[in-house]
């Protein structure tokens, strides 16, 4: 049987794309899928180690969701990587432009990719964006 291979392209910001993207991601992987995350735009500054920018929330949904204290989103991408088949690779383009280094991102994020390698590498997989 063929393994199945989820991708996620998160690229917004906001509260509830990203706890969408990472709840895909987790349940993915948890499920066996090989799992590759790319994290682009607005969605890599929030992934830089000590920031204090929080995730705003786009509408009801997310006041919601901070009001009942769910899961972070971080959490459920590090669960990803801890107890899945999981990659959670910052944009390369995007970490240049915001003058990021790799080790200034959190610790359970891979290696830089550039959007040519991450789209050559997910071919045949099915494609999430948020």
Not at 86 to 100: E, K, Y
């Amino acid at each position: 049987m063929a393994i199945e291979k989820t991708s996620v392209v998160v690229i917004s910001g906001t509260l509830e794309r990203l706890q969408m993207a990472a709840m895909v991601a987790s349940v993915a992987a948890v499920s066996g899928h090989e799992v590759t995350v790319f994290l682009s735009m607005n969605a890599l500054p929030l992934f830089v180690r000590g920031t204090a920018v929080r995730a705003p929330a786009e509408g009801e949904m997310g006041v919601l969701m901070q009001s009942k204290q769910v899961p972070e989103f971080k959490m459920l991408f590090e669960q990803a990587v801890e107890l899945g088949e999981a990659r959670i690779l910052p944009c390369s383009m995007a970490m240049d432009v915001m003058g990021v280094e790799r080790d200034q991102l959190e610790g359970y994020l891979g290696e830089a990719t550039g959007l040519t390698k991450f789209l050559a590498d997910v071919q045949g997989s099915q494609v999430w964006t948020f």
